[in-house]
């Protein structure tokens, strides 16, 4: 089963704004960009071009692995407001 795939079996209740806020001069000199690769819900992505981090903040799933590994300890990260952000089913 593909990201894509599973991240559908999830509800999530986009906010306005994101909840996760990087900050774009240190993610220019990161050499690892460990967020795009540790981020269960592929939410991270480099924009080559753009020599930018695109945050696609609504599939998060507050898991915390990117700040957690975040090399340059840039990344200002918060739950999202309250009803907001990904519901979880149990079993």
């Known amino acids: ?10 509800k999530y209740t986009p906010d306005e704004n994101s909840h996760l806020k ?3 001069e240190d993610c220019v000199s990161c050499k690892t960009r460990s967020c795009i690769n540790a981020c269960p819900a592929g939410v991270y992505e480099w924009l080559e071009n753009e020599n930018k981090l ?3 903040y609504e ?8 700040r957690i590994i ?5 990344l200002n ?6 009803t907001k ?3 979880f089913k149990k079993g």
């Open 1 to 10: 089963m593909n990201l894509d795939k599973k991240l559908s079996t999830l």
């Open 77 to 82: 990260w918060e739950y999202p407001k309250g």
């Open 59 to 66: 599939n998060c799933l507050e898991c915390g692995a990117c």
């Open 70 to 74: 975040c090399a340059k300890h840039s």
């Open 85 to 87: 952000g990904v519901t």
């Open 22 to 24: 990087p900050t774009q």
């Open 54 to 56: 695109l945050v696609k």
